[in-house]
């Protein structure tokens, strides 16, 4: 099977990790990557078209279109756009494919993530890839195909062995500070002094004697991260009215104790013996003297959550599967 694979695939990006899960499927790939594009430098002239108008201007577009000419002498079997949402719709839909799918990581219900030219061609799209479920009959009332599947863990970033007695901190976070997470620090500090971190960018200005505060990790740093740490608290997006996320399935292939948001699907994906459930950070505040007590309970839990995620058909190499099965 020959794929072409357009989009944000940066190194240690969801769709990256997809191209590599259809490799790993047997397909042959080629890459257009956008993410120069999709991520202009801030205060440049096409930044401002990009946050402003929604969407890309005419030289964003006119490079978009080369890049995607030059793969145009190629036939393929499957076309998958990964957050195209900002570029022009037509080239994509009248590519020389038999068929064209658009993959989505984000919440199409949130207006920051859709475009008024990707709603107008949704319908014909083949399929709409989405890892959320409640946009299934938001995207099938609009007159498109959708196909859902989980978040995943990608094998070549998400991994360790190594156990939580030789982590130093009991909890950690890996992720950016947003409205809905501005409180983590101040709570963090008053449970879990001297035994909490938080990697991510826009944490600085939250810096608390007692929490450990560091920049954000990248693809790269990911393990090293997630090995300093015990229990990982896995936070949602609620601009994305999240029910999951990527970081539910990497951080317990990282070995780590799952901290994760009482959410139905969180629930689906683990048992109450295979990840810790909370509605709000502080509803763990008697976490750490548990693991202290009991640091055995804590390693059999991560090692569970491990078990479920890794053998449980959940590496980028299953969705793939699955949007090929699906398609």
């Given at each position: 099977?020959?794929?072409?694979?357009?989009?944000?695939?940066?190194?240690?990006?969801?769709?990256?990790?997809?191209?590599?899960?259809?490799?790993?499927?047997?397909?042959?790939?080629?890459?257009?990557?956008?993410?120069?594009?999709?991520?202009?430098?801030?205060?440049?002239r096409?930044?401002?078209?990009?946050?402003w108008?929604?969407?890309?201007?005419?030289?964003?577009?006119?490079?978009?279109?080369?890049?995607?000419?030059?793969?145009?002498?190629?036939?393929?079997?499957?076309?998958?756009?990964?957050?195209?949402v900002?570029f022009?719709?037509?080239?994509?839909?009248?590519?020389?494919?038999?068929?064209?799918?658009?993959?989505?990581?984000?919440?199409?219900?949130?207006?920051?993530?859709?475009?008024?030219?990707?709603?107008?061609?949704?319908?014909?799209?083949?399929?709409?890839?989405?890892?959320?479920?409640?946009?299934?009959?938001?995207?099938?009332?609009?007159?498109?195909?959708?196909?859902?599947?989980?978040?995943?863990?990608?094998?070549?970033?998400?991994?360790?062995?190594?156990?939580?007695?030789?982590?130093?901190?009991d909890?950690?976070?890996?992720?950016?500070?947003?409205?809905?997470r501005?409180?983590?620090?101040?709570?963090?500090?008053?449970h879990?002094?001297?035994?909490?971190?938080?990697?991510?960018?826009?944490?600085?200005?939250?810096?608390?004697?007692l929490?450990?505060?560091?920049?954000?990790?990248?693809?790269?740093?990911?393990?090293?991260?997630?090995?300093?740490?015990?229990?990982?608290?896995?936070?949602?997006?609620?601009?994305?009215?999240?029910?999951?996320?990527?970081?539910?399935?990497?951080?317990?292939?990282?070995?780590?104790?799952?901290?994760?948001?009482?959410?139905p699907?969180?629930?689906?994906?683990?048992?109450?013996?295979?990840?810790?459930?909370?509605?709000?950070?502080?509803?763990?505040?008697?976490?750490?003297?548990?693991?202290?007590?009991?640091?055995?309970?804590?390693?059999?839990?991560?090692?569970?959550?491990h078990?479920?995620?890794?053998?449980?058909?959940?590496?980028?190499?299953?969705?793939?599967?699955?949007?090929?099965?699906?398609?």
């Amino acid at each position: 099977m020959k794929i072409l694979m357009v989009g944000v695939l940066r190194p240690g990006s969801n769709g990256l990790s997809l191209a590599d899960g259809f490799r790993d499927a047997g397909a042959k790939v080629t890459e257009v990557d956008l993410s120069d594009l999709s991520y202009p430098r801030r205060g440049t002239r096409s930044w401002a078209e990009l946050k402003w108008l929604r969407r890309h201007g005419s030289r964003a577009a006119m490079e978009f279109s080369l890049r995607l000419r030059r793969q145009s002498l190629d036939r393929f079997d499957l076309l998958v756009a990964v957050k195209c949402v900002n570029f022009p719709q037509e080239p994509l839909l009248e590519f020389n494919a038999d068929k064209r799918v658009h993959v989505s990581f984000d919440d199409l219900g949130n207006p920051e993530n859709v475009s008024d030219a990707y709603l107008r061609h949704e319908p014909y799209w083949d399929a709409i890839v989405t890892t959320k479920s409640y946009n299934v009959p938001e995207i099938r009332s609009r007159g498109g195909v959708p196909i859902f599947i989980n978040n995943a863990y990608d094998p070549r970033l998400h991994f360790s062995d190594l156990p939580l007695s030789a982590r130093r901190f009991d909890i950690g976070f890996i992720g950016a500070r947003r409205r809905d997470r501005a409180d983590l620090v101040r709570v963090m500090h008053t449970h879990f002094a001297e035994k909490a971190i938080i990697y991510g960018p826009g944490w600085r200005s939250e810096r608390s004697s007692l929490v450990e505060v560091r920049p954000a990790t990248g693809a790269a740093g990911f393990v090293k991260a997630a090995e300093s740490f015990k229990a990982s608290l896995v936070l949602l997006n609620s601009d994305n009215r999240d029910l999951q996320t990527a970081r539910t399935f990497e951080a317990a292939a990282a070995g780590n104790l799952v901290l994760a948001k009482d959410t139905p699907e969180h629930r689906e994906i683990y048992s109450v013996n295979e990840a810790v459930f909370f509605n709000t950070p502080s509803d763990l505040a008697d976490l750490t003297a548990r693991m202290d007590q009991d640091p055995t309970w804590a390693q059999r839990v991560a090692t569970a959550g491990h078990d479920r995620v890794v053998g449980g058909n959940n590496a980028y190499f299953h969705r793939a599967m699955q949007i090929i099965s699906e398609i």
